[in-house]
């Protein structure tokens, strides 16, 4: 596949991502995160989460809980690192705004993430451009 194709897939997946996120869809969810290689997620305010069980189990809580933010994805940055793909954003939850990184790997040929960390971005810059970089 080539480099094009792999970004495409990668900014893709990226989307689905926050797709499930704002749909509170558990399922789409679980089937995004990786099932080989090791997972870890770094919630705003949150401890550092390690393994499949705990990140799901994160994810499940935020999801299926009565206060399930609405996330909007703004201002993508994916590059391709070998088999892995680095996408950074900023994620807009009503009045708060949070730079994200999310860290993907192949498993059988698709995009998976293995790696997801937000946090407060002090002074946002007011863009609505999705850039790729190689």
Not at 51 to 74: F, T
Not at 109 to 127: C, D, K, N, S
Request: aromatic share 6%; proline share 5%.
């Amino acid at each position: 596949m080539g480099v094009d194709l792999l970004q495409d897939a990668l900014l893709r997946t990226n989307a689905a991502f926050y797709r499930a996120f704002a749909e509170r869809d558990i399922e789409a969810m679980d089937e995004l995160w990786a099932h080989a290689a090791p997972v870890a997620c770094i919630h705003p305010g949150w401890p550092a989460l390690h393994g499949r069980k705990d990140v799901m189990a994160s994810w499940r809580a935020i999801l299926l809980g009565a206060a399930a933010p609405d996330v909007r994805c703004e201002e993508v940055v994916a590059s391709l690192i070998g088999e892995a793909g680095l996408v950074t954003c900023v994620e807009r939850i009503g009045d708060d705004v949070l730079v994200a990184t999310n860290l993907f790997t192949r498993e059988q040929g698709l995009w998976q993430i293995v790696h997801h960390q937000a946090g407060p971005l002090a002074a946002p810059e007011p863009r609505a451009t999705d850039r790729r970089l190689n």
